[in-house]
C-alpha cells in the first residue's frame, strides 16, 4: 500500500484556479505524512504536466499519485497512462474531481470551495493509502460484429467493419433494409431518391461478402458482455422463394386476390397481400399471412415454391460487440393536435412525402387537385411551452420542409403555393442558401409563436389556419389551403428502446441513446462493448448519420483489431477465513455470479470474476463483511468518510 | 442550536456522479460543504457504514442512486431504498435523527434534481442539532 505518495493539484488554466486556491490545496496536501511531494500545475494533462509526474515518479520513487483536477470521466484514463508509463501500477492512482464537482458550483464561495478541495484530496489520499495494485481483466474479443437496425447508419456501420475484414449480422425487423431513408422521394442535399441510396449502400455491403444480412428478423432476446454477447433472432418465414421468377412473381401479384392498405405509403396506395420488393432490397418477395386467404392462386404458379405453413426459424449467435442502430420514428400527433385526425386534409410530413411520392403529374388528394400548402413547423419539438415531453429540436426538419417545397414545386409545377408557418429556421451550414431560395420562390413565411400557435379548422374541402404573425406588429393572419401538412420531429424508435433496456444502455432524458460524452466519446454508451450510431442516438440528417455510423464502426474495430480488451478490476473478493457460509450473497447476486464451494471442510462463497458486474449488492447484507468490492472496500470507504477536516498534519501525526 | 454550516456526504452511483458532473457543467450552485463519494453501485453502501460517516465528521448523508438508469442494477431504486430504510433502523436504535439521510434517484443529466437534493438537506440539517463528533466507532 502506497507510502510515497505525489499529489498534483491542477489549475485547469482558471476553470478551477480562479475559485479554488490551488496553491493553498497543494500546501496542505503536503502536510501529510504518507505525502512526499505536493505541487501545482497549470494543465494536468498537457505534456509538460505529464512529463512532471513522470519525472517525480522515477525521482522521488512514489509509490502511487494523487490528482485533483477535472471528473475522472475526462482523464482518468489519461493519468492512468501517466503511471504506466513511470512504471507504476495504474491503479495506484486516484483522480480527485475539483473542477465539475468544486469549481464549477460554488464559483460564489472561494473560501469554502478551497476548504472543499482540500478535503476531498484529503479523502483521496485515504483511498489511495488503502488501495493495492490491480490488473484489468483481460477479455478476448473475436471479430464478430452484430448491428441492429439496417437504416442508412447501420448499413454504413456494417459496410465499414466488413471493409475492415471484420465479420458482421446485420438485423431488421422490417423485411426491406433503408429505414426512413428508404421512403424519401427526394433526399436532400443529393436530390436522389431515397431507395436509390440505400441501394447503392446495400450493394457495397453485399459486395464485401463479410456481412450476414437478417432482414425481416426479430431480435428477440440478448443479453451478456463485452466479448460475448448473445443474440436469439427468429427470421420470419417469407411464405415464398427468395429467388422466385420476376414474370410469374408480377403475374401472382395481378391475380391474387386480396387488396389491402399499404404500410409503406400510409395507405395512400394499395397492395395485394403477395408483395413484391418493388426496387427495394433485399429484393426478396413474401406473402402476408396475416391477409393471405390461401386462395392457391400463387400455389398454382409456384407450386413448392409457396409454402403456407413454412415456418419461422429461431436461432442463437454469440458476438464480441454490438452496435445499436435503431434509428428513429416520427412523432405523431394527438387527435386535433393542428387538427390532425379531426380532418383528413391535415397530414404529417412523412404522409405528406409518401402522397407526392405515389402521386402522378398533378398533387391530388381525396379526387382534388392540391394547389396550396400549408406547412406547420416545430410539431412534436421543441415542446417547452405546450408542456409536451419533447422539449429538444428535431434538427433535420426545416431543411427538409425546404426540401419538399421545392421538390413539390419541381415534381408539379410552379402552380403549388406554399405556406410556411415557424417558429424559428434553423437551416444550418450550407442549407441557409436552401432558405433563401425558398424565400426568393414566393414562399411565404409566417412566423407564429409558441404561445399562441396556429390554429387549424376545417372548411368544407378546404382547411383554414390563423395565427398571429409575430413580425408584422402581431396581426391576425388567415390562409386557406388545400393541405395542412404538420412538419414532425424525430424521437427514439419503441424497439430502440426495448433493445436499449435489454442492454441495459442509459438513454438521455429525451428517450435517446446517451453517449458517454458528446465529444470526446461520441459513439460509445454507458455499456462496454455496445456502441451507437445515427438517429438512436438523436435526431440526424441522413448525412449526420452515415457519419455517426462509420465512427461506430471505427470505434469497434480499433478494439477488435487489437483482439482482447481490458476490463476494469472491480469486481469482489471473499475473504473465506471470514465467511460465515450463510448463502446469502447468492441469492443477492443478480448476474448469478456467486456459487458456495467447499473448503477445509465447510461451504464458503465464491465469485466468478468474469460474471461478476462489480455492483457490490452482495457486500452491502454480508454479515460478517467477507465480501470487498476491489476499489471501494469498507475500509477505504470508512477511511474516506472519516477523514477529519482539521488541519492535517496535526490530525495525522 | 441549530447547525450553521452542515457538512453533507454524498454517495453517489456512477449515473449520479455524472449527474453531479452535469450540474457542474452547468454551473448549478449548491452549498460547498458537501462532499461526493463515487461508489459503482448505491446498493453496495452497508448502513452500518451511514452511521459511521454521521459519527465521524458529517452531519447527513445523500445516498444518490443512479435510478432505473443505473448501469448495473435494473431494480437499483428497490434495493438502495431497503440498504436505506435499514439505516434509518440503525439510526433510531442509535438516538440519531432519520432525516439526516436523503435518498433519491438521479440520471446522468439531472443537474436541478443533484442540486437541489444537496440545497433541500442542507437547510432541513440546519434546523437540527449538529451531530456530536465523539467519534465512536461503531460496529461494521
Ligand atoms: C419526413 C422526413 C424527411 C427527411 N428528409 C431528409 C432529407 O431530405 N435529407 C436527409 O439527409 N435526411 C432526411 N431525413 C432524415 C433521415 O430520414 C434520417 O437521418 C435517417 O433515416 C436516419 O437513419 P438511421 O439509420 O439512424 O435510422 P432509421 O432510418 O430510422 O433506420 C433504423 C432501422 O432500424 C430498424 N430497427 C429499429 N429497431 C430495431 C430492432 N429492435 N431490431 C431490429 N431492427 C430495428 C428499423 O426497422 C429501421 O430499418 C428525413 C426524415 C424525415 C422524418
Known amino acids: 500500500m502506497p507510502e510515497r505518495i505525489g499529489v498534483y493539484v491542477c489549475w485547469c488554466g482558471g476553470n478551477i484556479a480562479d475559485v479554488v486556491n490551488v496553491k493553498e490545496v497543494a500546501k496542505h496536501a503536503a502536510g501529510v505524512p504518507e505525502v512526499v511531494v505536493a505541487k501545482d500545475i497549470m494543465f494536468a494533462c498537457s505534456d509538460e504536466g505529464q512529463k512532471t509526474m513522470v519525472d517525480d515518479i522515477k525521482n522521488l520513487k512514489l509509490d502511487g499519485i494523487v490528482v485533483a483536477s477535472c471528473s475522472p470521466v475526462l482523464h482518468e484514463q489519461t493519468f492512468r497512462r501517466v503511471a504506466e508509463r513511470a512504471g507504476l501500477n495504474k491503479y495506484l492512482y486516484v483522480q480527485v474531481n475539483i473542477r465539475e464537482q468544486d469549481s464549477w458550483v460554488h464559483a460564489h464561495d472561494k473560501k469554502g470551495a478551497t476548504e472543499k478541495a482540500e478535503e476531498l484530496v484529503g479523502m483521496g489520499i485515504e483511498k489511495l493509502a488503502r488501495a493495492t495494485p490491480l490488473n484489468p481483466i483481460k477479455v478476448e474479443l473475436t471479430s464478430k460484429v452484430l448491428v441492429v437496425g439496417g437504416g442508412v447508419s447501420g448499413l454504413t456501420t456494417a459496410l465499414e467493419l466488413a471493409r475492415e475484414g471484420i465479420h458482421v449480422t446485420l438485423v431488421d425487423r422490417d423485411r426491406y433494409l433503408g429505414g426512413f431513408v428508404r421512403r424519401l422521394p427526394d433526399v436532400n442535399p443529393v436530390h436522389r431518391p431515397g431507395k436509390d441510396v440505400i441501394a447503392d449502400l446495400y450493394s457495397r455491403v453485399v459486395s464485401t461478402g463479410n456481412v450476414e444480412i437478417l432482414s425481416g428478423t426479430d431480435l428477440l432476446e440478448v443479453s451478456g458482455s463485452i466479448g460475448h454477447f448473445r443474440a436469439r433472432f427468429k427470421e420470419r418465414s417469407g411464405h415464398i422463394r427468395h429467388d422466385a421468377d420476376r414474370e410469374l412473381l408480377s403475374r401472382a401479384e395481378r391475380e391474387c386476390p386480396v387488396e389491402v392498405d399499404n404500410e409503406e405509403n400510409f395507405g395512400f396506395t394499395r397492395r395485394k397481400a403477395i408483395v413484391l420488393p418493388d426496387d427495394r432490397v433485399p429484393e426478396t418477395p413474401y406473402i402476408d399471412m396475416e391477409h393471405c386467404i390461401k386462395c392457391g392462386v400463387c400455389q398454382r404458379l409456384f407450386g413448392e415454391g409457396v409454402s403456407f405453413d413454412a415456418s419461422d426459424i429461431e436461432f442463437e449467435e454469440e458476438f464480441s460487440m454490438v452496435v445499436q442502430s435503431t434509428g428513429f420514428q416520427p412523432y405523431l400527433p394527438g387527435r386535433g393536435e393542428f387538427g390532425y385526425g379531426e380532418t383528413r386534409r391535415v397530414l404529417t410530413l412523412p404522409e405528406f412525402l409518401r402522397l407526392a411520392d405515389t402521386s402522378g403529374k398533378t398533387l391530388v388528394f381525396n379526387g382534388r387537385q392540391v394547389r396550396d400548402v400549408a406547412f406547420v413547423y416545430c410539431v412534436g419539438s421543441r415542446q417547452t411551452e405546450t408542456g409536451g415531453p419533447n422539449t429538444y429540436c428535431s434538427r433535420y426538419c426545416c431543411t427538409s420542409t425546404l426540401n419538399t417545397d421545392s421538390y413539390i414545386k419541381k415534381k408539379f409545377g410552379s402552380s403549388i403555393n406554399s405556406f410556411h408557418f415557424y417558429r424559428d429556421i434553423r437551416a444550418y451550414g450550407l442549407y441557409e442558401t436552401m432558405y433563401e431560395r425558398a424565400s426568393r420562390e414566393k414562399g411565404l413565411f409566417i412566423r407564429y409563436d409558441p404561445a399562441s400557435p396556429p390554429s387549424v379548422t376545417a372548411e368544407g374541402e378546404r382547411v383554414k389556419l390563423v395565427t398571429k404573425d409575430s413580425l408584422t406588429a402581431g396581426r391576425d393572419i388567415e390562409v386557406s389551403a388545400d393541405l395542412v401538412v404538420l412538419v414532425t420531429g424525430m424521437m427514439p424508435s419503441e424497439d430502440g428502446k426495448k433493445l436499449s433496456a435489454a442492454l441495459k444502455v442509459s438513454s438521455s432524458k429525451d428517450g435517446f441513446v446517451q453517449e458517454l460524452h458528446p465529444k470526446l466519446r461520441p459513439v460509445e454508451t454507458t455499456v462496454g462493448g455496445v456502441l451507437v450510431g445515427g438517429t438512436a442516438q438523436g435526431p440526424k440528417d441522413t448525412h449526420e448519420s452515415m457519419i455517426s455510423g462509420a465512427a461506430a464502426a471505427a470505434k469497434a474495430s480499433t478494439l477488435l483489431m487489437k483482439g482482447y480488451t481490458e476490463l476494469e478490476p472491480y469486481v469482489v473478493t471473499v475473504s473465506e477465513q471470514k465467511c460465515n457460509g450463510c448463502t446469502q450473497c447468492v441469492t443477492e447476486c443478480p ?38 468490492l476491489i476499489g471501494y472496500t469498507y475500509p477505504q470507504l470508512r477511511a474516506m468518510v472519516s477523514f477529519s477536516p482539521q488541519p492535517l498534519g496535526a490530525q495525522s501525526k | 442550536m441549530p447547525t450553521e454550516n452542515p457538512r453533507i456526504l454524498v454517495f453517489a452511483g456512477s449515473m449520479a456522479y455524472l449527474g453531479a458532473d452535469n ?20 446498493t453496495m453502501l452497508r448502513p452500518g457504514l451511514i452511521l459511521y460517516a454521521l459519527r465521524h465528521g458529517f452531519d447527513g448523508v445523500f445516498v444518490a442512486s443512479s435510478g432505473p438508469d443505473c448501469p448495473y442494477l435494473p431494480d437499483c431504486v428497490e434495493r438502495t431504498a431497503k440498504r436505506v430504510e435499514s439505516a434509518y433502523d440503525l439510526l433510531k436504535k442509535n438516538g440519531i435523527e432519520p432525516e439526516r439521510i436523503q435518498l433519491a434517484g438521479i440520471c446522468s443529466v439531472c443537474s436541478d434534481a443533484f442540486a437541489n437534493n444537496v440545497k433541500q438537506l442542507h437547510s432541513r440539517l440546519k434546523k437540527l442539532e449538529p451531530m456530536r463528533r465523539d467519534g465512536l466507532l461503531v460496529s461494521q
Do not use: D
Request: glycine fraction near 8%; include cysteine.
Open chain 2, 23 to 42: 450540474a457542474g457543467l452547468l454551473h448549478k450552485e449548491y452549498p460547498s460543504n458537501s462532499f461526493v463519494v463515487k461508489v459503482p453501485c448505491t
Open chain 1, 591 to 628: 448476474a448469478g455470479a456467486i456459487s458456495m464451494v467447499e473448503m477445509e471442510g465447510r461451504q464458503v462463497a465464491s465469485v466468478n470474476v468474469a460474471m461478476c458486474k462489480g455492483c457490490g449488492a452482495c457486500a452491502a447484507i454480508c454479515e460478517p463483511e467477507a465480501l470487498q
